[in-house]
């Protein structure tokens, strides 16, 4: 496990609960609430308020420790939540910056799996959000308020065109603990314009939970390095989005992360994940004038020392089109890599491996990855590359590196391997 002994180990256990099968209820809120409301089934919104969707938790007034953080309401999953630290007195807010400025339609607040058995009236009920398009602290007005269902998921519709770039959740009552306030989940539907000209890089030092990391971006590929235990780390960013492998030179361990960076570059969000499963948060602060951590950034992008420490290694940054096998244009900065690798070692033979997620059948998913895994041996073999050398296999759904359950996970499971044969 990465966390070792450090205080922070507490991340690695799951919460405390037992798993409640919750039903889809949806009513109607009188005496001037928001009315609930069905979520978008035409496609043409989306889950804006998740990581792998961009948003950041910037601030929150409380939180019971990281097990229990605010951020754990954009995990995509009631598996993990949120709570208030004990005694906290109402309001608790947290404040939320979405990727876009964003149209929203509904708001959604699960409350399934709060442990209602164990503590009666800990679900969040009454509940208010504002919502601002100026600033992060500037320019907010309320949007709608809602009682949100006990033990239950409740859904609510947005005035017509109600847009944001910062969201406030405040919650202003529970039913009736006295101690603690849980929420599980809480979703935004709406559409974004995904414009990202203006992104700052993320390339910096920052402070986070396991120590000085520095990360260099070129393009839209990243590499970095944390003191804990030798880290280093190699992958990707779209936009606010971070997708990497990480390993770690003590002790050998590997997993895989998702980070998003804040609009203003100050601030990590993330998710880390080991055998399948994910394991718990990785947070940062930019501070540049801490000096350069003791560890090195892999100078070569990581793939030959993968290859040679383990024998194989996941190539983020290689990227498809939607149901596609059809390469994107940024895939080239990875695949030059590879291709630099590939020629500065004659003797090296690869497989090359695709992988997805679980969405879609599991034939169709076998098909696409191998598919998938052939585009990269043909780009390659165009490039000069011997095609004895490569062999493209697709294992579709079947070996996972993350939770399927949530989002973020699925992205980090839709991936190419390179290994050594």
Same mark, same amino acid.
């Given at each position: 496990?990465?966390?070792?002994?450090?205080?922070?180990?507490?991340?690695?256990?799951?919460? +405390?609960?037992?798993?409640?099968?919750?039903?889809?209820?949806?009513?109607?809120?009188?005496?001037?609430?928001?009315?609930?409301? &069905?979520?978008?089934?035409?496609?043409?919104?989306?889950?804006?308020?998740?990581?792998?969707?961009?948003?950041?938790?910037?601030?929150?007034?409380?939180?019971?420790?990281?097990?229990?953080?605010?951020?754990?309401?954009?995990?995509?999953?009631?598996?993990?939540?949120? /709570?208030?630290?004990? =005694?906290?007195?109402?309001?608790?807010?947290?404040?939320?910056?979405?990727?876009?400025?964003?149209?929203?339609?509904?708001?959604?607040?699960?409350?399934?799996?709060?442990?209602?058995?164990?503590?009666?009236?800990?679900?969040?009920?009454?509940?208010?959000?504002?919502? /601002?398009?100026? +600033?992060?602290?500037?320019?907010?007005?309320?949007?709608?308020?809602?009682?949100?269902?006990?033990?239950?998921?409740?859904?609510?519709?947005?005035?017509?065109?109600?847009?944001?770039?910062?969201?406030?959740?405040?919650?202003?009552?529970?039913?009736?603990?006295?101690?603690?306030?849980?929420?599980? %989940?809480?979703? @935004?539907?709406? +559409?974004?314009? !995904?414009?990202?000209?203006?992104?700052?890089?993320?390339?910096?030092?920052?402070?986070?939970?396991?120590?000085?990391?520095?990360?260099?971006?070129?393009?839209?590929?990243?590499?970095?390095?944390?003191?804990?235990?030798?880290?280093?780390?190699? =992958? /990707?960013?779209?936009?606010?989005?971070?997708?990497? %492998?990480?390993?770690?030179?003590? =002790?050998?361990?590997?997993?895989?992360?998702?980070?998003?960076?804040?609009?203003?570059?100050?601030?990590?969000?993330?998710?880390?994940?080991?055998?399948?499963?994910?394991?718990?948060?990785?947070? =940062?602060?930019?501070?540049?004038?801490?000096?350069? &951590? %003791?560890?090195?950034?892999?100078?070569?992008?990581?793939?030959?020392?993968?290859?040679?420490? /383990?024998?194989?290694?996941?190539?983020?940054?290689?990227?498809?089109?939607?149901?596609?096998?059809?390469?994107?244009?940024?895939?080239?900065?990875?695949?030059?890599?590879?291709?630099?690798?590939? !020629?500065?070692?004659?003797?090296?033979?690869?497989?090359?491996?695709?992988?997805?997620?679980?969405?879609? @059948?599991?034939?169709?998913?076998?098909?696409?990855?191998? !598919?998938?895994?052939?585009?990269?041996?043909?780009?390659?073999?165009?490039?000069?590359?011997?095609?004895?050398?490569?062999?493209?296999?697709?294992?579709? %759904? +079947?070996?996972?590196?993350?939770?399927?359950?949530?989002?973020?996970?699925?992205?980090?499971?839709?991936?190419?391997?390179?290994?050594? !044969?």
């Amino acid at each position: 496990m990465i966390p070792g002994s450090r205080p922070f180990a507490s991340c690695i256990s799951f919460p +405390r609960r037992v798993f409640v099968i919750g039903f889809l209820l949806f009513a109607w809120v009188g005496q001037g609430l928001a009315q609930p409301g &069905p979520e978008p089934s035409d496609g043409s919104s989306s889950d804006v308020l998740n990581l792998a969707s961009g948003a950041v938790v910037l601030s929150h007034s409380s939180q019971y420790n990281e097990e229990w953080a605010a951020m754990l309401l954009l995990d995509d999953t009631v598996e993990h939540g949120w /709570s208030a630290a004990e =005694g906290a007195s109402f309001p608790h807010e947290v404040l939320i910056e979405l990727e876009e400025q964003t149209t929203l339609d509904s708001i959604a607040l699960d409350n399934t799996t709060a442990e209602e058995d164990e503590y009666p009236g800990i679900s969040a009920r009454d509940f208010e959000v504002w919502v /601002s398009t100026e +600033r992060s602290d500037a320019g907010f007005s309320k949007a709608l308020e809602g009682e949100a269902a006990q033990g239950r998921r409740s859904t609510f519709a947005f005035p017509e065109a109600t847009s944001a770039r910062w969201m406030k959740l405040v919650i202003r009552s529970n039913w009736g603990h006295d101690a603690y306030t849980e929420l599980m %989940e809480l979703e @935004g539907y709406g +559409r974004s314009e !995904k414009d990202r000209s203006d992104r700052v890089s993320i390339s910096g030092v920052y402070e986070t939970n396991y120590d000085l990391m520095h990360i260099e971006q070129r393009g839209t590929r990243i590499y970095g390095c944390y003191d804990f235990r030798g880290g280093t780390l190699v =992958g /990707s960013i779209d936009g606010a989005v971070a997708q990497f %492998e990480w390993r770690h030179e003590v =002790g050998g361990d590997t997993g895989t992360a998702i980070m998003v960076l804040s609009r203003s570059g100050e601030a990590l969000n993330g998710l880390w994940y080991q055998d399948e499963e994910y394991r718990g948060l990785w947070i =940062g602060t930019r501070d540049d004038e801490a000096g350069p &951590p %003791e560890c090195t950034i892999p100078t070569d992008g990581g793939i030959a020392q993968s290859l040679s420490n /383990s024998g194989r290694t996941i190539a983020y940054g290689i990227n498809f089109d939607v149901d596609s096998a059809r390469l994107r244009s940024e895939s080239e900065a990875i695949l030059g890599e590879v291709l630099s690798v590939l !020629k500065e070692q004659p003797n090296l033979r690869l497989i090359i491996e695709g992988h997805t997620d679980s969405v879609g @059948g599991a034939a169709y998913n076998m098909t696409l990855s191998e !598919k998938r895994a052939r585009s990269v041996v043909r780009w390659l073999t165009e490039q000069g590359v011997d095609p004895e050398r490569l062999e493209a296999v697709g294992y579709g %759904e +079947r070996r996972p590196v993350s939770t399927n359950e949530a989002s973020q996970g699925r992205a980090l499971n839709r991936r190419v391997e390179l290994v050594r !044969k």
